[in-house]
């Protein structure tokens, strides 16, 4: 068995080790779901009236000790629906689920800890996989607890989800733990307030960021650079409104299948005083917050006719959505009601899509490995041969999910097939990166789409004369730009490679004679391209010095008596000690040579 594989169990294997050690401590507590995850295992719980604080984890955890010690098997059994639900008699989630599994005619599987004698000492709805004792489970902790709404619905009640972990030896769990730690001085919503970074305010709403000065130069030029290497790259750009007509909506197919996502519609037959008065509209037209920038693009490329020598057709836009999330999942910014996504939609003719996935490949690799350095994982997500809920021709699903296959051989690509986790609309690839506490992130995807083609009826006019419906591929390289702005504030601890970087230097006259020289070296190096801060004599310089350093500036500037006479600069960079003295010419073309 490989050892992600033993992760998987060992980790699925602690949250019932876990449930069967609350059930201990608090007999009357219900459980709710309790899944794993790639590095952690949690299960929910319904205390009822008791009061349950992480003061209370090392009791729990010392049960867990004790089933471990006690090394019990860990078996399967079936069961019918009316033996589940006398097992799990009183518990409402359980009886749920029960009802839920029985409806989809699917067999009801326990997992039971077994004790002396054959008596079962533990049993919960599972269906694995699990280790073979409880013995096997190794050493863990529990981190944490959170709130969660049974089921994700804030409809329903409040329960408290327990996490934990799970490592076979003690030294695993010191490198999570150092991990941990380390994760905590990254946190982007620790450092988004203390770098001045972005803010968000109830005043304004709940997931919508505010990018203050220095976040708004990152995007800036985050936004500026990627937009060059899409143009070098033969993307053209578009722009497409915030709102758009019922009729889109319906039309694409969001209005009946991706509604839980989005919010109630716009009535634009009225003003606001209209509304304030409760005066009726003079006309219903509605309109919705899009929550996806491709009907949009669909429209664009249908108010021309094409032939087959205008294509492939690469558009990308910058495009700013709302989606519904609730209130408690939200989460700084990786979890955000409002966000700009770097959509782009390549419009390209059956012999054209696998250069243009080969293209996109490279894209990715030039953005996510060799600009920022994560590493890359890749996932091809097909379907599901037997099911049937999948648009468009079986050819056309055919050819996609070859040519998926057949680039990443040639590109010489390592990847995990993922059967049924194709949207119904379409197979993609999914690139996930690993920053550098090896923490995985879902960022860029290759997405076929066989349905809005089909409801937009679009074409293009073949070399024969005659309409043939184009391929779409949707592709987000970045995806969501407030999420990579928290991954990237993780990823660099804050301290942004000098082109990337708010403030470049920072220039600290030693006394108030030397602040004329640093004024004309800020402007020289702001018309180079630069951003640099001048901070007065106002304060020590050691004092100035390490605010630089706090703000993680990729330099700090000192002039003095020297540097003035010299026509030089005394260079410190961030996280070293050791000064350079250069002058200011090399300087400036060191600190904008990537800008």
């Known amino acids: 068995?490989?050892?992600?594989?033993?992760?998987?169990?060992?980790?699925?294997?602690?949250?019932?080790?876990?449930?069967?050690?609350?059930?201990?401590?608090?007999?009357?507590?219900?459980?709710?779901?309790?899944?794993?995850?790639?590095?952690?295992?949690?299960?929910?719980?319904?205390?009822?009236?008791?009061?349950?604080?992480?003061?209370?984890?090392?009791?729990?955890?010392?049960?867990?000790?004790?089933?471990?010690?006690?090394?019990?098997?860990?078996?399967?059994?079936?069961?019918?629906?009316?033996?589940?639900?006398?097992?799990?008699?009183?518990?409402?989630?359980?009886?749920?689920?029960?009802?839920?599994?029985?409806?989809?005619?699917?067999?009801?599987?326990?997992?039971?800890?077994?004790?002396?004698?054959?008596?079962?000492?533990?049993?919960?709805?599972?269906?694995?996989?699990?280790?073979?004792?409880?013995?096997?489970?190794?050493?863990?902790?529990?981190?944490?607890?959170?709130?969660?709404?049974?089921?994700g619905d804030e409809?329903?009640?409040?329960?408290?989800?327990?996490?934990?972990?799970?490592?076979?030896?003690?030294?695993?769990?010191?490198?999570?733990?150092?991990?941990?730690?380390?994760?905590?001085?990254?946190?982007?919503?620790?450092?988004?307030?203390?770098?001045?970074?972005?803010?968000?305010?109830?005043?304004?709403?709940?997931?919508?960021?505010?990018?203050?000065?220095?976040?708004?130069?990152?995007?800036?030029?985050?936004?500026r650079w990627f937009e060059d290497e899409q143009l070098r790259r033969g993307y053209v750009p578009v722009y497409t409104p915030h709102i758009g007509r019922k009729a889109l909506w319906e039309t694409s197919g969001h209005w009946g299948f991706y509604n839980n996502s989005m919010y109630p519609p716009i009535q634009v037959g009225q003003s606001l005083a209209d509304y304030q008065d409760n005066r009726k509209p003079q006309e219903n037209e509605i309109y919705l917050l899009k929550p996806m920038n491709c009907p949009a693009h669909m429209v664009i490329y249908n108010d021309d006719m094409h032939s087959y020598r205008d294509l492939p057709l690469r558009m990308y836009e910058f495009g700013t959505v709302y989606r519904y999330e609730q209130k408690g999942e939200l989460g700084g910014l990786t979890r955000v009601r409002g966000f700009t996504q770097d959509d782009a939609h390549i419009i390209c003719r059956r012999d054209q899509v696998e250069q243009e996935m080969k293209n996109i490949i490279d894209l990715a690799w030039f953005v996510l490995k060799e600009t920022f350095g994560f590493e890359i994982e890749v996932y091809a997500s097909l379907r599901d041969p037997e099911s049937d809920k999948y648009l468009g021709e079986g050819k056309d699903w055919d050819m996609a999910e070859a040519s998926i296959k057949k680039v990443l051989k040639e590109k010489n690509l390592p990847y995990t097939e993922e059967k049924g986790e194709a949207a119904f609309y379409g197979p993609k690839m999914d690139f996930k990166v690993k920053d550098c506490l090896g923490r995985k992130w879902q960022l860029s995807t290759i997405q076929f789409d066989?349905?809005?083609?089909?409801?937009?009826?679009?074409?293009?006019?073949?070399?024969?004369?005659?309409?043939?419906?184009?391929?779409?591929?949707?592709?987000?390289?970045?995806?969501?730009?407030?999420?990579?702005?928290?991954?990237?504030?993780?990823?660099?601890?804050?301290?942004?490679?000098?082109?990337?970087?708010?403030?470049?230097?920072?220039?600290?006259?030693?006394?108030?004679?030397?602040?004329?020289?640093?004024?004309?070296?800020q402007q020289k190096i702001q018309l180079a391209g630069g951003r640099a801060e001048m901070h007065n004599a106002s304060e020590t310089l050691g004092k100035r010095i390490r605010n630089a350093q706090m703000q993680k500036i990729p330099f700090a500037v000192v002039i003095g008596d020297k540097e003035v006479v010299s026509g030089s600069v005394t260079v410190r960079k961030y996280g070293e000690e050791k000064d350079q003295t250069m002058k200011v010419e090399k300087f400036i073309n060191q600190l904008t040579e990537n800008n």
């Open 1 to 151: 068995m490989d050892k992600d594989q033993l992760g998987i169990k060992r980790r699925h294997t602690g949250s019932h080790v876990m449930s069967a050690a609350v059930k201990m401590v608090y007999p009357n507590a219900k459980r709710g779901v309790g899944p794993w995850t790639e590095t952690e295992f949690y299960q929910d719980f319904d205390f009822g009236e008791n009061k349950v604080s992480e003061s209370n984890l090392k009791e729990i955890e010392k049960k867990m000790r004790w089933i471990v010690n006690k090394n019990f098997k860990i078996e399967q059994k079936m069961c019918s629906e009316k033996e589940a639900k006398e097992i799990f008699k009183g518990d409402e989630y359980k009886i749920e689920l029960i009802d839920e599994i029985s409806a989809r005619g699917e067999k009801i599987s326990l997992y039971a800890f077994i004790g002396d004698e054959g008596r079962i000492v533990y049993s919960d709805l599972c269906a694995g996989p699990h280790l073979a004792t409880t013995g096997e489970l190794g050493v863990f902790k529990l981190t944490r607890l959170a709130g969660a709404y049974w089921r």
């Open 155 to 223: 409809k329903n009640k409040m329960l408290t989800r327990i996490y934990g972990v799970a490592f076979e030896k003690e030294e695993e769990l010191k490198e999570y733990e150092h991990l941990i730690e380390e994760a905590k001085k990254r946190d982007h919503r620790k450092l988004g307030k203390e770098l001045g970074i972005y803010t968000i305010d109830p005043t304004v709403g709940l997931g919508l960021p505010l990018w203050k000065p220095k976040g708004a130069m990152i995007l800036t030029k985050l936004r």
């Open 450 to 521: 066989f349905n809005l083609p089909t409801r937009f009826d679009m074409n293009y006019i073949n070399e024969k004369g005659e309409q043939e419906r184009p391929f779409v591929i949707h592709r987000a390289m970045l995806g969501s730009l407030e999420r990579f702005m928290g991954i990237l504030i993780e990823h660099y601890a804050g301290a942004f490679p000098t082109w990337l970087a708010p403030v470049q230097a920072h220039i600290l006259p030693v006394a108030d004679q030397h602040e004329g020289f640093a004024s004309e070296l």
